[in-house]
């Protein structure tokens, strides 16, 4: 069967935070100053909510922190939580604004060979603020974002939607994904044929073909 579309994942796959192994970005907030909780307490709090953030349960970054502060039964500071969604902002506009070229090679190939484009990504409002205006956008048909639907990776069901919304089928699609959140396991569950993007990370076992360069797709189209 022709394949009809190739979904991708976001952070990781398209862009990346990190460079030589480190985070580009540099996060040295005083949590104790600002929250009135050590790093390690905030951090653990974090990784709690994550499904929560993702599915949008938690309408913004201040609602998270808001909820994180009453849990510990902690007084709001309005002003220090808002430096910390505008640092979060900055922080998370810094991959959209280098795009490789082979992943943008990559994507011109799939629009010239009329070949739908999706994305599937987990995240929330303020991760994908640079979404829109950034380099990417342009060559896709479709973006789903996890805390707009209430679904997300590696749940059936959002490859499912985003397949629907492409009006394409699962059989007929591809997802491409750096492997975070099961969601390759996920995406082969839903019927789709899956390949394990390594192009920014190092080498690692993997049950799904992996693509060592953008380029790897398009050869596996010829």
């Known amino acids: 069967m022709r394949i009809q579309a190739v979904f991708f994942d976001l952070f990781e796959t398209l862009i990346t935070e990190f460079m030589d192994g480190s985070r580009i970005s540099k996060r040295q907030y005083d949590y104790m100053q600002l929250l009135g909780l050590s790093a390690e307490t905030f951090k653990h709090e974090w990784r709690n909510h994550q499904d929560a953030r993702m599915r949008g349960e938690h309408a913004t970054f201040n609602d998270v922190i808001r909820a994180i502060l009453a849990s510990h039964s902690l007084p709001v500071n309005e002003a220090n939580i808002e430096f910390l969604y505008q640092e ?6 810094i991959p959209f ?46 973006a789903v974002f ?10 059936k069901e959002i490859y499912t939607l985003a397949c629907e919304r492409l009006q394409v089928l699962p059989e007929a699609s591809v997802f491409v994904g750096d492997g975070g959140s099961n969601e390759l396991s996920g995406a082969a569950d839903a019927g789709l044929n899956v390949f394990h993007a390594v192009w920014f990370q190092s080498w690692t076992k993997s049950d799904f073909k992996q693509l060592r360069r953008p380029s790897e797709l398009i050869a596996a189209f010829q």
Not at 88 to 93: Q, T
Request: charged share 30%.
């Open 88 to 93: 979060r902002l900055k922080e998370k506009h």
């Open 97 to 142: 604004r280098q795009i490789h070229a082979e992943v943008l090679e990559l994507l011109q190939y799939l629009k010239q060979n009329q070949i739908k484009v999706g994305l599937i990504s987990n995240c929330t409002e303020e991760e994908v603020r640079g979404w829109q205006d950034c380099a990417l956008s342009e060559y896709f048909d479709d």
């Open 146 to 155: 996890s805390y707009q639907t209430g679904k997300c990776k590696p749940d």
